[in-house]
């Protein structure tokens, strides 16, 4: 069984790191937003009253993974590459996907998935007044299936 790190007799640290070589590391994360059709389609035509929601989802994406390390105690700031966030869009979700890129002793995607969330929780943010119901509710809004589907470590592959 595997130990955890982060923990030791005398409590919490942040694992140490300087031992290791700097390396790529790359690391996919995706996720889903469900919402009404109706919403998918306001976002889809740019009639949010809140504005363009991908644009701005792309951009907290991104600037949470700058944060990730302010964010979650101990995690290592790292010195990112790239970050790119994408989105597709179904019927009733819009799913988006983060890579991170960087050149470095620890991975990166504790940062994909706050890219990720964040993406997902600012399209939530953007466009929660269509979403609510008369009681002000979210029965059909929900973010789900949050994952790391790509963690690489080595030469850079692309």
């Known amino acids: 069984m595997k130990e955890l790190t982060h923990v030791d007799e005398r409590g919490v640290k942040m694992v140490e790191i300087g031992h290791k070589d700097v390396v790529f590391r790359r690391a996919v994360a995706r996720g889903r937003i469900k919402l009404k059709p109706e919403t998918i389609r306001l976002i889809l035509e740019g009639k949010t009253k809140k504005g363009n929601v991908i644009a701005?989802?792309?951009?907290?994406?991104?600037?949470a993974v700058k944060k990730t390390s302010e964010l979650i105690p101990l995690c290592h700031p790292i010195p990112l590459t790239g970050v790119d966030i994408s989105f597709e869009f179904g019927e009733d979700y819009v799913e988006a996907v983060c890579e991170v890129r960087a050149y470095y002793k620890t991975g990166v995607e504790m940062e994909a998935l706050t890219g990720v969330t964040v993406a997902l929780l600012t399209i939530w943010d953007m466009v929660k007044a269509v979403e609510k119901d008369e009681r002000g509710q979210y029965p059909n809004t929900r973010i789900e299936g949050i994952e790391v589907i790509v963690k690489e470590k080595g030469e850079y592959i692309r």
């Not at 701005?56 to 600037?63: H, K, M, N, P, V």
């Open 56 to 63: 701005t989802a792309q951009i907290a994406g991104i600037l």
